[in-house]
Nanobody, 124 residues
Framework: QVLLVQSGGGLVQAGGSLRLSCAAS????????VGWFRQAPGKEREFVGA????????SYADSVKGRFTISRDNAKNAVYLQMNNLKSEDTAVYYC?????????????????WGQGTQVTVSS
């Protein structure tokens, strides 16, 4: 069992920045693909981005490309979501998720392990 603990988030003005962290309870976190998802009020949860095991490859949703950056520090068993130039439409609960499986990283079903979620609110 893998426990993912998220931190960061909060309230920020439009144009501001926030960083979310996702810390894993396993030492083998470097073997996991990690995805970030978000769910806005009244909407379905959607893919934000993902980072591959070594951290050399990332993928982003078009809506956040160029503004969000995912990175990881495998020595600390952690993955980060840096969010810049935030917009009101980025307001959502953000989740990290981890998987050892290889597949389409945008699919939520790929990920058996999920963080508890953290609220990000962007005021306009």
């Amino acid at each position: 069992q893998v426990l993912l603990v998220q931190s960061g988030g909060g309230l920020v003005q439009a144009g501001g920045s926030l960083r979310l962290s996702c810390a894993a309870s396993v030492r083998t976190f470097s073997t996991y693909v990690v995805g970030w998802f978000r769910q806005a009020p009244g909407k379905e949860r959607e893919f934000v981005g993902a980072i591959w095991r070594s951290g050399s490859r990332t993928s982003y949703a078009d809506s956040v490309k160029g503004r969000f950056t995912i990175s990881r520090d495998n020595a600390k068993n952690a993955v980060y979501l840096q969010m810049n130039n935030l917009k009101s439409e980025d307001t959502a609960v953000y989740y990290c998720a981890a998987s050892t499986y290889i597949g389409d990283v945008v699919l939520q079903g790929l990920y058996p392990y999920w963080g508890q979620g953290t609220q990000v609110t962007v005021s306009s």
